[in-house]
């Protein structure tokens, strides 16, 4: 279980930092990668792309859609220390798919591993990003974390590649609703019925509907997986189906995806915040096809019905009550733009836009 900074050593305090630091340094990459470079990507085919729906990012929404292999879809696993020997039965990083030169080769359409050096997988190295960019194109998921065979300590390292998660849902639900005290010894002893609700309940808990797969699937599994890690860990998930990059850490539950604004929808933003207009467009927009484009954070919390009851009692399954809610929206900065604060700006519950 992971520890609030306040309750952390002086050295406890410092890993935090420089796993915040990394974190917010590869976050930043990842949204370009998975959002910007996807949608230049449909353009640079001819391909239309399809922008997220309002209806989309509320909850318990379910909306199927064709994946297209234009969009850039992986799963990053960031922990704040070593994940632990025993989530290996549910978690798959061994010595076969640590990141090494040998290992490397097997991949046959990467090419990079002819030069690979150790230090391309620490990331206190300025080619580390460039070296895990390339990797996702061609891998499954990807595991970040300190690396526990180096002396130099709070060295963040991608440890290992093909990253499998195999903890049956079942399991990740039971773990959950026991914590929420939904129920007391395992996930049927109040029926089927309650056991299916309770699962599904699982994916909302996590901004998906019960009927995702694949990363998605994964992705919210291994969140709920590493809760039982010491220190905290995040997942980011990016959905070719969704068009979507999910963060799932601490903070809880977040979606970022791509709006379309028009000139006419500028002028109030930038009124708003107090700047100019040009100021926006260079700090915040990129062009788009109609108009300009922006990454949109959309933040939720946990409602009362998703968090542990404060008289720890067992209490009833109510299917209708939300387990996720909205909590805030966010057009954040361009990678060039360091300086540039987040916006806030409500879109999912517009009207008008």
Not at 55 to 67: A, G, I, R, T, Y
Request: aromatic share 14%; hydrophobic share 35%.
């Amino acid at each position: 279980m992971w520890k609030f900074r306040e309750q952390l050593s002086y050295s406890g305090k410092l890993r935090r930092s420089i796993y915040e630091n990394l974190r917010d340094d590869m976050e930043r990459r990842l949204l370009k990668m998975a959002l910007i470079d996807s949608y230049n990507r449909f353009r640079g085919n001819d391909v239309e792309y399809r922008f997220v729906e309002k209806s989309e990012l509320k909850p318990k929404s379910k909306k199927m859609e064709k994946e297209s292999k234009l969009f850039k879809t992986f799963l990053v696993i960031i922990c704040e220390n070593v994940v632990k020997d025993e989530l290996k039965n549910y978690i798959r990083f061994y010595q076969e798919n640590s990141v090494t030169k040998k290992n490397l080769e097997y991949f046959a359409d990467f090419t990079l591993y002819n030069k690979f050096h150790k230090n391309l997988k620490y990331f206190d190295s300025p080619k580390s990003v460039d070296f895990l960019e390339k990797l996702l194109d061609i891998d499954y998921a990807l595991l970040i974390q300190q690396d526990p065979t180096v002396r130099k300590k709070n060295r963040y390292s991608l440890t290992h590649f093909h990253v499998k998660i195999d903890w049956p849902i079942a399991d990740a639900a039971e773990t959950l609703a026991k914590g929420l005290r939904y129920i007391q010894n395992n996930l049927y002893e109040k029926g089927d019925k309650a056991a299916r609700v309770l699962q599904n309940k699982l994916f909302e808990y996590y901004g998906c509907h019960h009927s995702v797969g694949g990363r998605r699937t994964a992705g919210l599994i291994a969140a709920q997986l590493l809760k039982h890690s010491d220190g905290i860990c995040t997942v980011y998930v990016s959905s070719s189906e969704s068009r979507i990059l999910y963060r799932y850490s601490e903070r809880g539950v977040s979606k970022f995806f791509l709006v379309q604004l028009t000139e006419e929808q500028l002028v109030p933003i930038s009124e708003t915040q107090g700047f100019h207009v040009d100021f926006l467009k260079r700090h915040y927009l990129y062009p788009g096809k109609k108009g300009y484009l922006a990454i949109l954070e959309a933040a939720y919390n946990h409602t009362v019905h998703s968090r542990p009851p404060k008289d720890g009692k067992l209490r009833k399954i109510r299917p209708a009550y939300n387990w996720l809610g909205l909590k805030e929206e966010f057009l954040h900065a361009k990678m060039t733009s360091p300086h540039a604060t987040p916006i806030p700006y409500s879109w999912v519950y517009a009207t008008d836009r």
